[in-house]
């Protein structure tokens, strides 16, 4: 059974630096995609970045595009997010997610990690 298991979330100011650790087992995730979500409060979840476990290939809202950064350690098991310039608005429960390559539907969770952004 797939586990994902985040880390890295913490009380922080606006403009600084984050980052969140996803640690992956169960399963060989060669074959899977990887992602980070994020839920604020009376929100619904946002998509933030993914990454392809195989070949390192990424993608990003545009939201977080050019302050957030995706990376998984292959020898490891462990999936990044390296957030920058962090806004106010950044505060939310962050969560990683994993979904087989190809698939629609991101099928294992974590159980998140909060983030929040004060002035």
């Known amino acids: 059974q797939v586990q994902l298991v985040e880390s890295g979330g913490g009380l922080v100011q606006a403009g600084d630096s984050l980052r969140l650790s996803c640690a992956a087992s169960g399963r060989t995730f060669s074959s899977y995609d990887m992602a980070w979500f994020r839920q604020a409060p009376g929100k619904e979840r946002e998509f933030l970045a993914r990454?392809?476990?195989?070949?390192?290939?990424?993608a990003y809202a545009d939201s977080v595009k050019g302050r957030f950064t995706i990376s998984r350690d292959n020898a490891n098991n462990t999936l990044y997010l390296q957030m920058n310039s962090l806004k106010l608005e950044d505060t939310a429960v962050y969560y990683c997610?994993?979904?087989?390559?190809?698939?629609?539907?991101?099928?294992?969770w974590g159980q998140g990690t909060q983030v929040t952004v004060s002035s």
């Open positions: 990454i392809s476990w195989r070949s390192g290939s990424t």
């Open positions: 997610a994993a979904r087989i390559t190809f698939t629609l539907r991101y099928n294992y």
